[in-house]
């Protein structure tokens, strides 16, 4: 039988290192080339069917179609709509903001702890939106503590990593190798089985990055945060924008300290309006009362945090111009949901120019308010409803998004709409995280397996508001579901034409004189150094197989070589199209191919050792 199907088991093998160079070279897309790989394996296995016993093709198209239906794809894609909707929602960017607001005291341990709860975080959550939700924090952290970005960054993405690789929910690599698991008829894994090995490897890979990392790699950039298609940053540009102080107001009773408001931190108050009586600068005692209107100038991403954060500085002002026309869904509109802030500059011509805000109707025209005013060419301190607006003036508009979106259509202003930026509403975290830590829960107590917890909670992020229907879908990555169902179907191939015992064989014979933690660590490294040319979702479906096969042939407990794969495969450290995460800092860090090389190769090293000599302690090998 082995020589029957030697011929099938070789194209195989060519169809493996074709994806391996496709997915290498990135020359064509990585959903292209999952494609072509996909077509080759049917069309090869229906002309040339690989029969068994009974006569039945045993590589037909519905056995290498099964793995876009394998329970483990399914559940990462779902946990991608889950970590979307914590993302989208700023479920967790009360507690960023914190660990940011701690660093002003001890900015160079902070940073440190930001790491750890990064790293903590990584374990129950995809560690993609995780590294997006802390690049802006590790940013103002550095700058405070006298540091650039880059020393920071790619740290940042190392901890992620690291983090995902301690339990089961923890990266998409490990799900995909509990799918290949459960389809080879070994007990399904627990969310928390390798949770010590993965614990030593990541505490060891921990103080790696945080201590030798920043060392290593070069200062190329400025200490701006630079995130390539980012609208939240700014260009540290001041905007003029205005508080009303209503009753109930969170300013309301705030005395001046120094000259400083301490509740407007990161803002400039340049003028308070009480009555007819202007207040300016420096500020002595002065306590702010209901009715009084304050001038602030601050950064657009000063402003947005602020309408992010539920600080409800803006209220009085945002409820009041809402109340009197701006709708959203039937109702009034409040901060959050489904409002936009983007920038609109007046154009050259405009209707506007010369005229105030409240004179040309801004509001009952276009369905948005204005928040703030950016003139460049010199500072205004006055009333936001003073101001007469000229050309090359910069908007920064707050309405529902279709309402933005019009604006598009409207001569007088060009909307600049990379600057878009969706506020999140905080009630819609808070349910984020409920439908979150109710699925981790459900995990942990067994009472549902994850693959159905995640698309449980899926369906209730949509069904709950959190997200829509297209949200959801965005979130959906499609080059993992094309690269990992196709590289099941390889998986599948591989096993059926028995190319994975053949592998196995192979090694057992090649180390025949070593012993089996000798050849675990053998296999470790070929997975670690696979990872870092292919992507660690591949790497981790072609090994899982030959891992299973490799531990059979040696007469071990199979998980011990699996574990290998999981482990290896998230030792995606060496090169920027390793992981996701390396590819987001590499913009914000200004890095180059080369740092990764430098940095991430005694990463993948240093764990290589610390399995090759744990694992066998450990497992009693």
Known sequence: MEIVYAWQMWVTYGIIVAAVILFSIERISLELSALGILTALLIFFYVFPLTGADGRNLLGSTTLLAGFANPALIAVLALLVVGHGMFQTGALDSAARYVADLGSTRPGTTIFFTFLLVACISAFLNNTPVAVMFIPVLATLALRFGSRTPKVMMTLSYVSILGGMTTLIGSSTNLLVAGVVMTSGLPPMGIFDFVVPGLVLASIGFLYSTLVVPRLVPDRGGPALDIAGSSTTGDGKQYIAQLEITAGHPLLGESSKAGLFPQLRDMTVRMIQRGEHPILPPFEDVTLMTGDVIIVAATRQTL?????SGARIFEGMLEERFAEGVETNGGPAKPGG????????????????????????????TGCIVLGIQRRSRMIRTLLNDIRLEAGDVLLVLGKGTKVQDLRHNRDVLLLEWSATELPDPKLGHRALAIFGLMVATVLLNILPIEIAAVTAAGAIIATGVLNVRQAARAIDRRIFLMVGSMLAVAAALDATGGARAIAEATVYLFSGYSVPVILSAFFLAAAITTNVLTNNATAVLFSPIAISTSNQLGVDPFVFIYAVIFASNCSFATPMGYQTNLLVM???????????????????????????????????
């Not at 947005?304 to 992010?308: I, V, Y």
């Not at 409002?339 to 009952?364: C, D, K, N, W, Y």
């Not at 913009?587 to 000599?613: C, K, M, N, Q």
């Open 304 to 308: 947005t945090e602020a309408l992010r």
């Open 338 to 365: 489904e409002l936009i802030l983007a920038e609109a500059v007046v154009a050259p011509g405009s209707r506007m120019i010369g005229q105030t805000i409240e004179q040309i109707a801004f509001r009952h025209q």
């Open 587 to 621: 913009g914000p860090g200004h890095y180059e191919f080369r740092d990764f090389v430098r940095t991430g190769t005694p990463l993948v090293i240093l764990l290589w050792l610390a399995y090759s000599f744990f694992a066998p302690w450990y497992y009693g090998l």
